[in-house]
T-cell receptor, first 116, second 118 residues
């Protein structure tokens, strides 16, 4: 089985500051993918960033970067220069061959509120 | 790129009726689509994996006769909630798998359908 853990309570972030969202995972598969999605109040799930287990470098996509620490099994999302539109739920997810057919296992999510 | 649409975005129906939800990948072909259910303030729960041209694979505890899935083409999957009851009220969201060889294998999500059964 694979498991994703997101335990931070809701967070308030000052606009223009950086925020780090924690995610730890557990899997016995050496080959896996890690994803972060953003879900604003409208409900849509927006893909943000991907990290493969064999990727040598941490993934970056614009203001999003993934702090991948394989030995610690953590994949924290860093959002730099927060904007009001970043207020949303953020979900960490993982896929692996062992889990089958690239199904995604999701964490419980982190609530972020950006304040002006 | 990688746009997924869902229709309808919301639906209200009477108990006992059936509701069909469509999920389309607009600018790519998806041999695999997924259907999720999400309760308020909770995470996504995978209901089933929809494979083009074959039967869907349901997660444990999901009634296949209750939630009928058809993946008739590489761009369309449908979820039909049969004989809906108030406990079926939820947010249903689909995703389509985009596999870019040599790069990554990612699911892109539709905007979701909010179902309310009276």
């Amino acid at each position: 089985a694979q498991k994703i853990t997101q335990t931070q309570p809701g967070m308030f972030v000052q606009e223009k500051e950086a925020v780090t969202l924690d995610c730890t995972y557990d899997t016995s598969d050496p080959s896996y993918g890690l994803f972060w999605y953003k879900q604003p109040s409208s409900g849509e799930m927006i893909f943000l960033i991907y990290q493969g287990s064999y990727d040598q470098q941490n993934a970056t996509e614009g203001r999003y970067s993934l702090n991948f620490q394989k030995a610690r099994k953590s994949a924290n999302l860093v959002i730099s220069a927060s904007q009001l539109g970043d207020s949303a739920m953020y979900f960490c997810a993982m896929s692996s061959r062992l889990y089958g057919n690239n199904r995604l296992a999701f964490g419980k999510g982190n609530q972020v509120v950006v304040i002006p | 790129g990688a746009v997924v649409s869902q229709h309808p975005s919301w639906v209200i129906c009477k108990s006992g009726t059936s509701v069909k939800i469509e999920c389309r990948s607009l600018d790519f072909q998806a041999t695999t689509m997924f259907w999720y259910r999400q309760f308020p303030k909770q995470s996504l729960m995978l209901m089933a994996t929809s494979n083009e041209g074959s039967k869907a694979t349901y997660e444990q505890g999901v009634e296949k006769d209750k939630f009928l899935i058809n993946h008739a083409s590489l761009t369309l999957s449908t979820l039909t909630v049969t004989s809906a009851h108030p406990e079926d009220s939820s947010f249903y969201i689909c995703s389509a798998r985009l596999f870019d060889r040599g790069r990554k294998d990612t699911q892109y999500f539709g905007p979701g359908t909010r179902l309310t059964v009276l």
